[in-house]
């Protein structure tokens, strides 16, 4: 990391009822780098980018972003710095594509002001990127999962923020849909310089995609270095409390993980 960190974390904590869901996290994002967030169910993940978006609180430590305490900033202005698309669900949201994109331009427009010009710009800038510019009639209720997350990625695009957080953005999609994604989050990584922090369930994925990797498991941080490095580190073996197969990558020059054969003895 070069420069100074999008992203400061410091001895985080949170906790829901009695339930200690992050206990003393700590860890730094520099600019445009792309970093994926792994672990098993129940480690803290979701909560992480929750609380890095203001909408569930901590209780211990400190996050800076753009070097400024979080506790400092408003809503809108955390809006303008960081861009959170959260898991996919089956909700049908009352807008056209072209509506719903337009609504992420909300830390730069109020209930008594009309959209500008640089408004319609930024949302036909990010329908293009993402390739949905021909939906923008559609409602959003007739899309396919695909379709949907790739106009939710276009509304924390429109928004205009340094930062993407996305909470398992290629969850539930074809593998077709799934590449799409992927490639665009790569494409807005390296093209704009937008730096990503990526929630995924997907080890290999995590490794292909991302330049760095954080490993939660039981709310503390475990790992915190090189994707490639990953699978070396043993630290899945630790967190998944399981032997994993495997091998070269055929592309990539590192080690990715075989998916298990499942066998029935009865």
Known sequence: MTGSPILEVGSLGCSIGRKRILDSV???????????LIGPNGAGK?????????????DGGAVRINGIDLHLLGQKELA??????????????????????????????SPFTACRASDRSAVRESMELTGIDALAD??????????????????????????????????????????????????????????????????????LTS????????????????????????VLEKIYRREF???????AGCDIIVPDVIEYDG
């Open 26 to 36: 700590s860890f730094a994002v520099g600019r445009a780098e792309f970093v994926s």
């Open 46 to 58: 979701t909560t992480m980018l929750k609380c890095l978006m203001k909408i569930l609180p901590f």
């Open 80 to 109: 303008s710095y960081a861009a959170y698309v959260p898991q996919a669900d089956s909700r049908y949201l009352p807008f056209t594509v072209e509506e719903f994109v337009m609504t992420g331009r909300y830390p730069y427009l």
């Open 138 to 207: 559609r409602r959003m209720a007739g899309l396919s999962g695909g379709e949907r997350q790739l106009v939710m990625i276009a509304a924390a695009l429109a928004q205009g923020a340094e930062m993407m957080l996305l909470d398992e953005p290629a969850a539930f999609l074809d593998p077709g849909h799934e590449r799409s994604v992927m490639r665009l989050l790569r494409e807005i990584n390296g093209r704009l310089g937008t730096t990503v922090l990526m929630v995924t369930h997907d080890i290999n994925r995590a490794i």
């Open 211 to 234: 330049g760095r990797v954080l490993v939660l498991d039981s709310g503390r941080l475990e790992y915190s270095g090189a994707a490639v490095d990953l699978i070396s580190s043993g």
């Open 245 to 251: 197969d495997c091998i070269p990558h055929p592309d």
